[in-house]
T-cell receptor, first 116, second 115 residues
Framework: DTAVSQTPKYLVTQMGNDKSIKCEQN?????MYWYKQDSKKFLKIMFS???????INETVPNRFSPKSPDKAHLNLHINSLELGDSAVYFC???????????????FGSGTRLTVV | AQSVTQLGSHVSVSEGALVLLRCNYS??????LFWYVQYPNQGLQLLLK??????LVKGINGFEAEFKKSETSFHLTKPSAHMSDAAEYFC?????????????FGTGTRLKVLA
C-alpha cells in the first residue's frame, strides 16, 4: 500500500498553462505539506495544512494555490506556469498532534515538473 | 533563527569504509533532528530521528547518529559502506512556531560508494 501518493509522476507543459498535482495519504496523518526541490536538491517548504486548515504559507507566488478537500488530500494548483517553476514537487504528511515525540514526515515520490 | 548546515555536498567512500556525513544545526530551543535519505527519482525516507533521551540514535540500514549539544551537531555514520548506500542524504531540524511545527532541511550530501 502506498502511504503518500502523488500524481502525475512527470509533468511536461508549456509556459502559461495551468496545471494541478494531486496528493493523497492513507496514513491517517493530520498534517500535509508541499515542498519544492530545485535543481540543486534544495528542499523548501511551500505550504502546510492541518485538518484542512492552512497553517504554513511560505512566500511563494500567488500562482500557486493549495487545496485540501479533506485531511487525506492536498492538491497543488499552479496558474500561468513559468520556466522557473520547473522542479520536483514533493508532498508529505505527518502526525502533528502526537505530542513531544516529534515524528518525521512520510514523503511522496515526487512530481517532476518541466516547463518548456 | 533555526538553520541546518551540511558540510560537504559530495562525499565519496570505498565500499566497506566508514561513512561520516556531517550536520550542524542552529536552534534557539531544544531541536528535534532528523536524517532522511533520497534515492534517485524517489521521495525522501526517514533514516532516523532524535527527539529526547538517548543521544545515540540508531536508524535503518545500519546508520546511526549522535546528538552532541555542546557541538550543535548530529552527524550520521555507518561503520561499513555498501554500494546500495549511494544516495542523497538530508539533515533536518524541526521546531515549533506559531503553534505549529516547521522543518528546515539542509542542502543535502550526495554519497558515492566506490567499488
Amino acid at each position: 500500500d502506498t502511504a503518500v501518493s502523488q500524481t502525475p509522476k512527470y509533468l511536461v507543459t508549456q509556459m502559461g498553462n495551468d496545471k494541478s498535482i494531486k496528493c493523497e495519504q492513507n496514513l491517517g496523518h493530520d498534517t500535509m505539506y508541499w515542498y519544492k526541490q530545485d535543481s540543486k536538491k534544495f528542499l523548501k517548504i511551500m505550504f502546510s495544512y492541518n485538518n484542512k486548515e492552512l497553517i504554513i504559507n511560505e512566500t511563494v507566488p500567488n500562482r500557486f494555490s493549495p487545496k485540501s478537500p479533506d485531511k487525506a488530500h492536498l492538491n497543488l494548483h499552479i496558474n500561468s506556469l513559468e520556466l522557473g517553476d520547473s522542479a520536483v514537487y514533493f508532498c508529505a504528511s505527518s502526525q502533528r498532534t502526537v505530542g513531544p515525540t516529534g515524528y518525521g514526515y512520510t514523503f511522496g515520490s515526487g512530481t517532476r515538473l518541466t516547463v518548456v | 533563527a533555526q538553520s541546518v548546515t551540511q558540510l560537504g555536498s559530495h562525499v565519496s567512500v570505498s565500499e566497506g569504509a566508514l561513512v561520516l556525513l556531517r550536520c550542524n544545526y542552529s536552534s534557539s530551543v531544544p531541536p528535534y533532528l532528523f536524517w532522511y535519505v533520497q534515492y534517485p527519482n524517489q521521495g525522501l525516507q526517514l533514516l532516523l530521528k532524535y527527539t529526547t533521551g538517548a543521544t545515540l540514535v540508531k536508524g535503518i540500514n545500519g546508520f546511526e547518529a549522535e546528538f552532541k549539544k555542546s557541538e550543535t551537531s548530529f552527524h550520521l555514520t555507518k561503520p561499513s559502506a555498501h554500494m546500495s548506500d549511494a544516495a542523497e542524504y538530508f539533515c533536518a531540524v524541526r521546531y515549533s512556531t506559531s503553534g505549529t511545527y516547521k522543518y528546515i532541511f539542509g542542502t543535502g550530501t550526495r554519497l558515492k560508494v566506490l567499488a
